[in-house]
C-alpha cells in the first residue's frame, strides 16, 4: 500500500474497523512516515469531535408537550375521520351526481317541473285577465301588501318585475275580491251573474285558493274584517244563485 | 439500536396501539421521539424543523401502524419513516429557499465553534452549528448515511435496511462522507 492509498483510507475507514493485520502494518508505517503521522493525528483528532458529537444527544426542548401535541393531532384526525365515514352515505349520494346521465336526468326533471309549474302559473294568469275584462274591474285598487313577496309565481313576478301585468292582474283581483265593498260586491255580483259556468267555477275556486293560504291569516292585520267581508260574499253569491236558479 | 425498553412490553403496547389504543400509543411516543428526534435535529440542525418531522412521523406510525410487520424492529421502522420524512421536508425547505440560505449563512456559527470548548457538553445549538460546519458540501444522502452509521451507531445492514439502500452504495456515500469530514474537523480550531 503506498502513502497516498494509505492516507485516503485514513479519512475513509475508522480505526476501530482495522482488522489486527492492518492495524500492524499502520503502526510500523506510522513509526517510519512522518506525513502519514501527521494525517492519521489529524483523523484521531476528528474522530474526537465526532465521539463529542455523538455523545452530545440532541434534547427536545419540551419533550412532554410534544407528545402532547402529537396524540391531539391524532385524535383530531381521529374525530376528523369519523365524522367523514358518518359524511360517507351522504357522499355516495352526492357522488352519483359525478355521472352524466344522472345529473342530465335530474336538470331534465327539474326543468320540466318549473316548466309545468310556470306554465300553470302563466295559465291561471290568463283566466284571470279574462275574467277580470269581462267582469270589468278597473285597477284602480292595489293591495299588494298582502300577498306575501315571493311565496308564490305571481308575488315573485310582482315583488322583482312590477310592471308584469299577469301578476297585477291576479293580485289585485284577488285583493279585490276580498276586500271590496258591499256596494261595489253587489256590482260585481251583477257582472257575476252574467259569467258562464265553467268561468264563474274558475273564478271561485280562485277566491277559495288564494283565502285558503295560511300566509294571508299570518300576515294580515285586518284578517277578521275580511273574513267577514267574505261570508257576506258567501252569502250573495248563494243569493245570485238561488235567484238564478228560479229565474231559470 | 438504542432502545431501552424491554421487548415484550413493546410489543404490547404496539398491540394495543393497533386496536387504536391511543394511550398506549402515547406511551411509545414517549419512549421513542428523542430517537425521532435525534436524527432530525442532526440532519437539519434546526429544533423547529426537527420537532415538526417528528410530530409528522409519529402521525404517520399511528395511521400505518396496521402495516407494522413484526418481524421488523420497531425503532427501524421508524427511523425508516423520519429518514422519508426529513428527505420530503428538506424538499420543501429547500423550494422555499429557507434550508440552504441559512446553511449558507456559517459566519456567526463559526465564531460560535471556534469560541466553543469541545470538553464540556455540547448544547443543541453548538451540536447544530458543529454539524452543519462539517456536513456543508455533503448530499442530503451523504450526510444521512454518514449519521445514521456514525453518529447513531447504526449497522451497515440496519442503515440499508432504513434508507432502501444496497450495502455497497452506503460504503461508497460512507467513504466520500468521511473523508469530506475528517479532512474539514482535521483543520479546524477547536480545543479539544
Redesign the interface.
Known amino acids: 500500500m503506498t502513502c497516498k492509498e494509505l492516507q485516503q483510507f485514513l479519512y475513509s475507514a475508522r480505526i476501530e474497523d482495522f482488522d489486527p493485520a492492518e492495524r500492524e502494518f499502520l503502526k510500523k508505517h506510522l513509526a517510519d512516515c512522518e506525513t502519514c503521522k501527521t494525517i492519521f493525528q489529524e483523523v484521531s483528532k476528528a474522530d474526537r469531535i465526532l465521539d463529542r458529537i455523538k455523545e452530545a444527544t440532541p434534547r427536545i426542548r419540551n419533550e412532554h408537550a410534544l407528545t402532547e401535541s402529537i396524540i391531539a393531532e391524532i385524535i383530531c384526525n381521529e374525530r376528523s375521520m369519523a365524522d367523514a365515514s358518518a359524511n360517507k352515505f351522504l357522499d355516495r349520494l352526492i357522488n352519483i351526481f359525478s355521472i352524466k346521465f344522472v345529473r342530465f336526468a335530474c336538470g331534465s326533471v327539474i326543468l320540466l317541473c318549473g316548466m309545468t309549474y310556470l306554465f300553470m302559473e302563466y295559465n291561471d294568469m290568463k283566466s284571470i285577465v279574462s275574467l277580470e275584462q269581462r267582469l270589468g274591474i278597473q285597477h284602480d285598487f292595489n293591495r299588494a301588501s298582502i300577498v306575501l313577496p315571493g311565496v308564490n309565481v305571481p308575488g315573485f313576478l310582482y315583488d322583482f318585475y312590477g310592471l308584469s301585468n299577469g301578476s297585477k292582474a291576479y293580485i289585485e283581483l284577488t285583493n279585490k275580491l276580498i276586500l271590496m265593498k258591499k256596494e261595489d260586491l253587489q256590482a260585481l255580483l251583477n257582472s257575476y251573474k252574467t259569467l258562464d259556468e265553467a268561468s264563474r267555477k274558475r273564478l271561485d275556486e280562485m277566491q277559495n285558493r288564494f283565502l285558503k293560504d295560511g300566509y294571508l291569516k299570518q300576515n294580515t292585520k285586518n284578517y277578521e274584517e275580511i273574513e267577514k267581508l267574505r261570508t257576506e260574499i258567501e252569502r250573495l253569491k248563494k243569493e245570485v244563485e238561488q235567484s238564478h236558479y228560479k229565474e231559470k | 439500536m438504542q432502545n431501552n425498553k424491554p421487548a415484550d412490553v413493546l410489543v404490547q403496547l404496539i398491540e394495543d396501539a393497533q386496536k387504536g389504543d391511543?394511550t398506549a400509543?402515547?406511551k411509545i411516543?414517549?419512549d421513542h421521539?428523542?430517537y425521532a428526534?435525534?436524527i432530525a435535529?442532526?440532519f437539519f440542525c434546526d429544533?423547529d424543523d426537527?420537532?415538526d418531522v417528528?410530530?409528522e412521523s409519529?402521525?404517520r406510525i399511528?395511521?400505518h401502524l396496521q402495516d407494522f410487520d413484526s418481524s421488523m424492529k420497531f425503532t427501524t421502522w421508524m427511523y425508516k419513516i423520519v429518514v422519508n420524512l426529513c428527505y420530503d421536508k428538506a424538499k420543501s425547505n429547500k423550494r422555499r429557499m429557507s434550508v440552504f440560505a441559512r446553511l449558507n449563512d456559517n459566519s456567526s456559527q463559526d465564531d460560535y465553534i471556534e469560541s466553543t470548548n469541545?470538553?464540556q457538553?455540547?448544547?443543541?445549538k453548538?451540536?447544530a452549528a458543529?454539524?452543519k460546519r462539517i456536513a456543508d458540501g455533503l448530499s442530503e444522502k451523504q450526510r444521512m448515511i454518514f449519521l445514521l452509521r456514525?453518529?447513531q451507531?447504526l449497522t451497515i445492514e440496519e442503515v440499508a435496511g432504513i434508507t432502501g439502500m444496497s450495502d455497497s452504495a452506503i460504503k461508497t456515500n460512507?467513504?466520500?462522507a468521511?473523508?469530506n469530514?475528517?479532512?474539514k474537523?482535521?483543520r479546524?480550531e477547536?480545543s479539544?
Not at chain 2, 121 to 124: R, S, V
Open positions: 391511543v400509543f402515547g411516543v414517549r421521539q428523542s428526534y435525534a435535529f442532526r429544533e426537527a420537532e417528528v410530530q409519529f402521525i399511528w395511521n469541545i470538553e457538553d455540547l448544547t443543541n453548538e451540536t458543529l454539524i456514525d453518529i451507531d460512507l467513504f466520500f468521511r473523508q469530514i475528517r479532512k474537523l482535521a479546524l477547536v479539544i
